[in-house]
């Protein structure tokens, strides 16, 4: 379906009776050339660039649920290219640019947002780390500007900056992230893959791999069993889960994250801000809510819910950051599988059984990778090869030494 | 969530640290031919179940004793927690009579 500016005239003069659903309701097909397991947007984005980028054709995408119901329908939204490692920079940098065209690429309203996002920094020694990301952050052509206290205190004023404990002295600002409508990412990319030929099919969900001679030949499935050329599971959360059926252990803990709606209030935050001295960021959704969160709980969980003692810990940083926000009621919070590898990195590489790919180990922090992890992972299902961004994102690097690992704390997943 | 602690009773999970699978307290042996693979494992491959896990907790702010607790990780159920110097406990077997 397309949209226009006439349509929406026309539809509103019409009493909106003439809109279509975005996408088709497929019954599968007994064998494709490529099978996408899960539908999120790591799964959807990867369908679309195979369709539109590298011309594939007969292609699935099988969800359990409903398209959107797994993490890209529960993130806090944050993209952003600012990490610092060389495995990781330039793939998110490549992201960030995809995220800048991604409405005109799909025609559909993601609500992109470059609203920016600071992070703030209460040491020396943290202020001259954060001097070292911006400068690699400006190796990979990504956007970053050191801000001192002052001009910091112009752009966010209600900051609490003299907090005796962690005082406020400046914060390392990239003015080109910013944050998107996360269903509508999902939304945008499955019409886009529709649109392409691409079956989408929901309510399916993968229950083994029928292998044959260390080839994979297909997916059992609770719609019957449905044959392809190759396998491609991006399935975050449940990434050990769905693997475990091929018979695969993989560097993956599942914990829950939980994030935090408040009640629709006057825009007072402008773009991203965190704590530099707690795991806090918040952002003001367009609707007015203030949209936050933490840690992850911190132990194994596949529950889609968190406890109290992290209500609590995130509560505690956004009052130490912004005391403005104590009086604003929280409205909603809820939960999502995370797929916490052990270099806190994610993996996009073939596996030990041919036809069959992995995308997985994200964290908390897969959706702002969503269209490069989509273009890589389809680079990888289409032409066996990584794509230049994503070379670093072996799954062997754990038995090699090469780790990606940003926070520097070791094979302990719930630190990362 | 509430740990039945053996010794101390019912302990806010709070006050405890946790560290992840209690298969992390079989440790390869360094001495074998596959020891580099094995170690490799050990150390960054996890079973990650969906549903009940045996795990590793360390009572920071308590007796600062390791317990295994087993827990269901699809509803946060605690089944159960031992000491982990118990779970480790080699069990007894009869040496065969020469
Ligand atoms: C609370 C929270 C906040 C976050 N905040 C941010 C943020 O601010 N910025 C950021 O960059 N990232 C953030 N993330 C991380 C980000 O959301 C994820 O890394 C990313 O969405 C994962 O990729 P995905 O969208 O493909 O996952 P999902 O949407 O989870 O997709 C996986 C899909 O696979 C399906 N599936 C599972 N098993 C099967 C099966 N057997 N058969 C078929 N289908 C199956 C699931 O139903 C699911 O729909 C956050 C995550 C959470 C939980």
Redesign the interface.
């Known amino acids: 379906m397309k949209f226009s500016a006439l349509r929406v005239v026309k539809e509103a003069l019409t009493g909106h009776k003439g809109w279509k659903p975005l996408w088709r309701n497929p019954q599968p097909q007994p064998d494709y050339d490529i099978v996408i397991v899960g539908g999120g947007g790591h799964g959807l984005a990867t369908a679309y660039y195979l369709a539109k980028t590298f011309g594939k054709a007969r292609i699935a995408v099988l969800e359990k649920g409903w398209i959107g119901s797994g993490n890209v329908g529960r993130n806090t939204t944050i993209v952003r290219s600012n990490y610092l490692l060389p495995g990781n920079q330039p793939f998110y940098e490549f992201s960030m640019k995809l995220w800048e065209g991604l409405e005109q690429e799909l025609n559909f309203n993601a609500m992109v947002s470059q609203r920016g996002i600071i992070n703030l920094f209460h040491t020396d020694a943290q202020r001259d780390a954060f001097r070292r990301r911006g400068n690699a952050m400006h190796l990979s052509g990504a956007d970053a500007v050191l801000l001192n206290r002052d001009a910091l205190r112009q752009k966010v004023p209600f900051l609490n900056y003299d907090n005796a404990r962690f005082p406020i002295k400046g914060g390392l600002w990239q003015p080109r992230a910013g944050t998107a409508r996360h269903d509508g990412v999902a939304w945008g990319y499955a019409r886009g893959a529709d649109m392409l030929g691409v079956d989408i099919i929901q309510n399916c969900e993968v229950t083994g791999f029928r292998i044959d001679a260390g080839r994979v030949r297909g997916v059992e499935t609770t719609r019957g069993y449905i044959g392809a050329a190759k396998v491609g599971v991006a399935v975050a959360g449940s990434s050990s889960r769905v693997m475990a059926m091929a018979g695969q252990r993989l560097p993956i803990e599942s914990h829950v994250l939980q994030a935090f709606v408040s009640e629709g209030l006057k825009p007072v935050i402008s773009g991203v801000i965190t704590f530099g001295a707690g795991h806090f960021y918040i952002s003001q959704s367009d609707k007015g809510g203030l949209v936050f969160g933490g840690d992850v709980d911190g132990y194994n969980s596949y529950a889609q819910r968190g406890n109290l003692p992290v209500v609590e810990d995130v509560a505690q940083g956004g009052m130490a950051l912004m005391p403005m926000i104590g009086r604003a009621r929280l409205l909603r919070s809820w939960g999502g599988i995370v797929d916490m590898s052990m270099d806190g990195s994610p993996i996009i590489d073939r596996t030990a059984i041919d036809g069959l790919y992995l995308n997985g180990g994200w964290c908390y922090g897969g959706f702002k990778a969503t269209p490069a992890s989509g273009f890589a992972f389809a680079h990888l299902l289409a032409t066996d090869r990584p794509h230049e961004t994503a070379t670093a994102y072996r799954l062997d690097r754990f038995a090699t030494g090469h780790v990606i690992d940003e926070r520097g704390t070791g094979a302990q997943p719930n630190l990362h | 969530?509430l740990i039945p602690h053996p010794l101390l009773g019912l302990r806010d999970?709070?006050e405890f640290v946790?560290?992840?699978?209690a298969s992390l307290m079989q440790r390869p042996d360094p001495d074998s031919p596959t020891a580099l693979?094995d170690f490799?494992?050990y150390?960054?491959?996890?079973?990650?179940?969906?549903g009940v896990?045996r795990?590793l907790w360390f009572h920071e702010q308590g007796d600062r004793s390791w317990l295994v607790v087993t827990?269901n990780?699809?509803?946060?159920e605690i089944l159960g927690a031992e000491l982990a110097t118990d779970a480790a406990r080699p069990t007894v077997t009869q040496e065969p009579s020469a």
């Open positions: 969530m999970a709070e946790y560290l992840g699978d693979t490799c494992d150390v960054f491959l996890r079973d990650n179940p969906a896990h795990e827990r990780t699809l509803t946060h």
